[in-house]
Structures are given as structure tokens and as C-alpha cells.
């Protein structure tokens, strides 16, 4: 292994957990509809764990309204189930055909607990982003210790492995700015 595999290897895990948080951050109700609060929830359809967007079409008429129009009506029942185990905190409504979840104006106490939990989220991603940079420090510094590279190449590749962390973290920052900003918009 090369210290351009390992600088190749830790980008790839970098942008994971980048997408990963970005994924958390989509799951987070905001006060506005968007169809990431839902899409993810499994259904028990036919015995089988199955992802709703899987089996219904999912649409936002308005700024807080989801519509969920399941292909096959049968599943409806289990949909409904789905979205009231889920900590949503949202109850649907059923028309026979679809479903309508009506997303609830936020109060300022949620907004507040909302943005802690996303600077949670926050954390959690910077915390893997740094293992992932000690790890490959650490493969870096292996190297070095079989004779594989001289000390030179060695704190050039730590080095570049500081600037993708920073890059990393820094996107992460602009993704909890941005959600922050859309809590205390709505």
C-alpha cells in the first residue's frame, strides 16, 4: 500500500461520513414538508422489510403537506403503522387511497431542541472524521516505520490528510448552518 492509496482510501471514507451526516440532517423535521422525512421508513409489505418510496409515490403539494399514494392500496394499513412508529411525531390521515401527513408549525422550544440534536448530528460527524484521520495517520506512519517511505513523504501525506480533514469538517459546518438557518426560518 502507497501513501496515495491510503490518501485515496481516506477520501472515500470522508465523503461517506460527509453523506452520511447529510443524510441525518435531511431526516430532521423542520416545520417544512420534504419528502427524506418519509422515503426511509420500512413497511412490512408481504412479510418483507420494504423502504416506502419503494412501494407509493411521495409528493409535497405545499410548504406542510406530504401526500403518500401507495401503488398497492393494500398497504396503506401498514404505511400508516409505519409512520406512527416512527418519531416523526406526526399522525396520518387516511383517505382510502393515499395518505396525508400535515406537518405541524414548530414550537420555539422544538426549534431549540431541534437545533441541538443537529449539532449533535454535527459532532458525531466531525468525531468520525477525525478517527478516519487518525487511522490513516497511523497507516502512514507504518510505512515509515517498515522502511516503505522516507520521513519526508511521510509528513507530506500527513499534511494532505490534515487539509481533506479540514475540508471535511468545513462542509459539515456549512450543512449545520444551512439546517439551523432553515429551523429558525419556518
Same mark, same amino acid.
Given at each position: 500500500?502507497t501513501?496515495k #492509496?491510503?490518501?485515496?482510501d /481516506?477520501? #472515500?471514507?470522508?465523503?461517506?461520513?460527509?453523506d452520511?451526516v447529510?443524510?441525518e440532517f435531511?431526516? =430532521?423535521?423542520?416545520g417544512?414538508?420534504?419528502?427524506?422525512? =418519509?422515503?426511509?421508513?420500512?413497511?412490512? @409489505? @408481504? !412479510?418483507?422489510?420494504?423502504m416506502?418510496k +419503494?412501494?407509493?409515490? $411521495?409528493?409535497i403539494?405545499?410548504?406542510?403537506?406530504?401526500?403518500? +399514494?401507495?401503488?398497492?392500496?393494500?398497504a *396503506?394499513?401498514?404505511?400508516?403503522?409505519?409512520?406512527m412508529?416512527?418519531?416523526?411525531?406526526? /399522525?396520518? &390521515? &387516511?383517505?382510502? /387511497?393515499?395518505?396525508?401527513?400535515?406537518?405541524? +408549525? *414548530? &414550537?420555539?422550544?422544538?426549534?431549540?431542541? *431541534?437545533?441541538?440534536?443537529?449539532?449533535?448530528?454535527a459532532? #458525531? !460527524?466531525? =468525531?468520525?472524521?477525525? /478517527?478516519i484521520r487518525?487511522?490513516?495517520?497511523?497507516?502512514?506512519?507504518?510505512?515509515?516505520?517498515?522502511?516503505?517511505?522516507?520521513?519526508?513523504?511521510?509528513?507530506?501525506a500527513q #499534511?494532505?490528510? +490534515?487539509?481533506l480533514?479540514d475540508? @471535511?469538517?468545513?462542509? $459539515?459546518e456549512?450543512? =449545520?448552518?444551512?439546517?439551523?438557518k432553515?429551523?429558525?426560518?419556518?
Amino acid at each position: 500500500m502507497t501513501t496515495k #492509496d491510503i490518501l485515496h482510501d /481516506t477520501e #472515500d471514507k470522508m465523503k461517506k461520513t460527509l453523506d452520511a451526516v447529510s443524510r441525518e440532517f435531511l431526516e =430532521v423535521r423542520t416545520g417544512r414538508a420534504n419528502p427524506a422525512l =418519509v422515503e426511509g421508513l420500512h413497511i412490512d @409489505y @408481504y !412479510g418483507a422489510p420494504t423502504m416506502l418510496k +419503494q412501494i407509493a409515490s $411521495i409528493s409535497i403539494p405545499d410548504a406542510r403537506l406530504i401526500v403518500i +399514494q401507495p401503488w398497492d392500496k393494500t398497504a *396503506l394499513p401498514e404505511i400508516e403503522k409505519a409512520i406512527m412508529r416512527s418519531n416523526l411525531g406526526i /399522525t396520518p &390521515s &387516511s383517505s382510502g /387511497t393515499l395518505i396525508r401527513l400535515e406537518i405541524p +408549525q *414548530l &414550537s420555539k422550544e422544538r426549534r431549540e431542541e *431541534l437545533a441541538k440534536l443537529v449539532k449533535k448530528m454535527a459532532e #458525531d !460527524g466531525r =468525531v468520525s472524521l477525525r /478517527t478516519i484521520r487518525r487511522d490513516a495517520n497511523e497507516a502512514i506512519k507504518k510505512l515509515q516505520d517498515d522502511k516503505v517511505i522516507p520521513e519526508d513523504e511521510r509528513f507530506k501525506a500527513q #499534511d494532505a490528510i +490534515q487539509k481533506l480533514t479540514d475540508k @471535511y469538517i468545513a462542509r $459539515i459546518e456549512e450543512i =449545520v448552518k444551512e439546517k439551523e438557518k432553515e429551523l429558525v426560518e419556518f
